[in-house]
């Protein structure tokens, strides 16, 4: 039976790359859901540091498992496996278009047909025809998608090194807010930010208090919390009063880069 000329890297030996790149490479075509699940596996080894990244993230953060993951990977701007997966696949795609791989993946990629006139799109790879959903989200025709996508100064970068520093050029760079103060502080901090706290009303939105409210009797917000609650008084003029801004729940909570809080 004959080769289908754009099978899947999938079906090539992991010899010509990397297992670890290999196996994210495999991840691509599975559903939506078994992707996310696939993320948030904890490898049961003797190694404590093989952690999910999910489990490593609140770790870092003092988060529990009461927060929401996105809202979580927002906080410490990293990036998800999904995008780290996507910049394998292009990463891959750039070196099987520059002939950086065995011919047998560089033949892979369909080359455009000469036209008669000048094309905005002429620079790009042609999409592949696909008749399933499964094939639709293989390697090959869903980074040929992803690559023409980029805009003409990435993907005509004359090195490998250089393709790589550009994809990556506008990834979030870390938070600072993990790293101010106490490692105790940090985590309260976080906690707030994240509504995975110990006040009442995050409590109640997981159904583990009966209510929401203060022993004030009000709604026991974070910002009820920090800037209304009568039992708290002291503290916050102790602590507010003299802020070289306004004591407002985002400048507590994320403070304000002007004045380095």
Not at 14 to 35: A, D, E, G
Not at 57 to 74: D, F, M, P, S, W
Not at 83 to 100: A, D, E, G, S
Not at 145 to 164: D, G, M, Q, V
């Amino acid at each position: 039976m004959a080769t289908n000329r754009y099978d899947t890297v999938t079906e090539v030996p992991s010899r010509s790359i990397s297992s670890r790149t290999y196996v994210l490479l495999n991840y691509s075509p599975t559903p939506r859901v078994r992707r996310r699940r696939l993320q948030q596996l904890f490898k049961r080894t003797k190694k404590p540091a093989r952690i999910s990244p999910d489990r490593a993230a609140r770790i870092v953060c003092g988060a529990t498992k009461l927060c929401n993951i996105e809202k979580l990977y927002q906080e410490l701007k990293w990036e998800t496996l999904e995008n780290r997966r996507n910049k394998h696949k292009l990463i891959l795609l750039y070196k099987m278009k520059n002939n950086k791989t065995p011919p047998y993946l560089s033949d892979l990629i369909p080359q455009q047909t000469q036209a008669r006139y000048a094309l905005r799109n002429a620079s790009d790879i042609p999409l592949i025809p696909c008749r399933t959903q499964l094939y639709t989200n293989s390697f090959l025709p869903s980074t040929i998608r992803e690559w023409n996508r980029l805009e003409e100064t990435i993907r005509n970068a004359p090195s490998l090194l250089s393709f790589k520093a550009r994809i990556k050029k506008n990834s979030p760079k870390s938070s600072p807010l993990c790293k101010v103060g106490s490692r105790k502080a940090q985590i309260l901090h976080a906690r707030l930010r994240l509504s995975c706290s110990s006040l009442n009303y995050d409590l109640h939105r997981r159904s583990i208090v009966d209510t929401p409210n203060c022993m004030c009797g009000a709604v026991e917000t974070v910002s009820h919390f920090l800037l209304y609650c009568n039992q708290y008084q002291h503290q916050r003029q102790l602590y507010l009063d003299n802020l070289p801004c306004p004591p407002i729940v985002d400048n507590l909570l994320y403070g304000k880069r002007a004045t380095n809080i």
